[in-house]
């Protein structure tokens, strides 16, 4: 049987082809789709197995069978055909080729996700030679894993072991990593805390390689939720279409392109609605309404960003700051949140909870007018590849009804995160205990919160402090200093003087018996 192990340390090997040549931002987009094709050729070569001994050899039977299968396949696009191409001089022509079959035959589900790869790139690989060897030992190691249905020990191992490599590529990756994987723990804690129900929507406009949107999915037992996404970055959106896939999610529906200029989750001409929202955006984005700018008429050199050019009506709260796009994707995502039961987790700076100006503003309307901020969660630093700064997690709920409370919790401390030598982890009892705690908010009028960890601050108490979120103002994790009795110091010295004056005795005792 295939374990998740097995394919962790094919993938790893298969790192080794291509270091030293380019990075792991690269080499990530060679690795995981040749993954993707070899799980794709072995589900589909087993399957077809399967109904020629059924149909006893019958091939037109068997094809009628095949076309309704999840995905279809010609000979020529196969991993198995490419395997034994493997010394062919056009072998990266052969390997694009089989992709774009892949695409076409599947256009529904798989449709521009080999878009952006191209294994015959001399940029990339360099000259044919060079090239024709990583490629071949590319094929070679991943021809060593059998993905067949009836050897894989669980259907979620390739899953997995496709978002374990994610997962790596972006620690290699340093900041850019950030752009497109949210930590595993990160991603469960945020999904845990909105909630996801049987019949919901969820949806993620920044949502990467997509494992926000999986761990919200894996709440539902029943599978019954529809997920939809937008990611601007086409490589990552591409990463984002296979990860869903891996995952047994084919109805996924993933945007290509600018969450914030030009959505792409519209319904009757207006911005599609969400139970569920979860989101990690890019930390404090620059110029973040440059997609809107690009309508100002060309040369205006001052142009800036007006309500009026928004058609979905989304800043009428207020401009942020060209250089701080925090609250640009806040608005947007709470304006795509459906009114009755909505509920929002983001990941976001902790400029967020204190800055002032238009972002004060645009906080204090959020929580004076609309009454929608529901929790204040404090991360440890260091959690986030590329960004070692702490952050926060937001959470949202339209109709919130009467309550006038907020839920503060300060999770960054000793003792609520494990210390990793590049970067610190949110452990099982760490999450628990923050959801826990959020949970008793929720059910409990008469929780106030916790002493140095959570407390549940009035709508009166945060207009006391200007709207300003800091959690420091309202969760005091500051430890008194044992008081130091001084006539106890004074006698320990006196002791420690008194027996250092006998040891100087004794030692000039012996000295003197020895004619020193």
Not at 9 to 34: H, Q, T
Not at 240 to 261: E, K, P, S, Y
Not at 350 to 366: M, N, P
């Amino acid at each position: 049987m295939t374990t998740k192990q097995d394919i962790e340390k094919v993938l790893w090997n298969a790192c080794d082809s291509f270091r030293g040549k380019m990075n792991s931002s690269l080499y990530m987009e060679y690795i995981l789709p040749m993954l993707f094709v070899k799980y794709l050729s072995d589900v589909y070569a087993e399957t077809k197995a399967k109904y020629e001994v059924q149909y006893k050899g019958d091939a037109t039977r068997v094809e009628r069978a095949m076309s309704r299968e999840r995905f279809v396949m010609d000979d020529k696009s196969t991993f198995d055909y490419l395997y034994a191409n493997k010394n062919d001089a056009q072998i990266g022509q052969k390997i694009n080729m089989a992709l774009a079959a892949i695409e076409n035959n599947n256009s529904a589900k798989l449709h521009g996700v080999f878009r952006a790869i191209d294994f015959n790139s001399s940029i990339n690989f360099g000259e044919v030679k060079e090239k024709n060897a990583t490629l071949k030992n590319l094929l070679e190691d991943i021809q060593q894993l059998d993905l067949r249905p009836s050897q894989i020990s669980d259907a979620d191992i390739i899953g997995d072991a496709y978002e374990y490599m994610i997962a790596f590529f972006a620690s290699d990756a340093g900041k850019k990593g950030g752009e497109f994987y949210t930590p595993s723990e990160v991603s469960e804690l945020v999904a845990r805390l909105v909630k996801p129900k049987e019949n919901d929507r969820i949806y993620d406009g920044t949502c990467g390689s997509g494992g926000l949107l999986l761990k919200g999915f894996k709440q539902v037992p029943s599978k019954k939720i529809s997920i939809y996404g937008q990611e601007q970055n086409m490589q990552t959106w591409a990463l984002c279409r296979m990860n869903m896939f891996l995952h047994g999610v084919d109805n996924a529906v993933i945007w290509q392109g600018d969450t914030l200029a030009n959505p792409g989750n519209i319904e009757n001409d207006r911005l599609m609605k969400f139970q569920c929202i979860v989101a990690n955006p890019p930390f404090s984005l620059d110029k973040w309404d440059s997609g809107f700018l690009g309508e100002v008429a060309e040369g205006d050199k001052k142009a800036k960003m007006t309500p009026e050019l928004d058609p979905y009506k989304r800043f009428d709260w207020g401009i942020p700051p060209t250089s701080k796009g925090d609250y640009a994707f806040v608005m947007h995502f709470l304006h795509s949140l459906d009114d009755a039961t909505g509920r929002m987790g983001i990941v976001l700076p902790h400029g967020v909870l204190f800055r002032g100006a238009s972002e004060g503003k645009i906080r204090q309307t959020i929580i004076e007018k609309f009454n929608f901020l529901d929790a204040v969660i404090g991360l440890p630093a260091n959690l986030f590849y590329g960004a070692s700064i702490p952050a926060c997690i937001l959470i949202f709920r339209k109709n919130r009804g009467a309550s006038n409370h907020v839920l503060f919790v300060d999770a960054s401390g000793d003792g609520h995160f494990e210390k990793g030598k590049n970067q610190n982890v949110l452990r099982k009892e760490d999450i628990e205990k923050i959801v826990e705690t959020y949970n008793t908010y929720l059910s409990d009028p008469s929780f106030g919160g916790e002493e140095k960890y959570s407390h549940v601050a009035t709508l009166e108490e945060i207009k006391g402090n200007d709207y300003n979120l800091n959690i420091p103002r309202y969760v005091d994790t500051f430890e008194e200093e044992e008081m130091i009795d001084i006539e106890e110091v004074k006698t320990n010295i006196k002791n420690i003087e008194s027996e250092l004056s006998k040891v100087q005795a004794q030692m000039a005792k012996y000295m003197n018996e020895l004619g020193l």
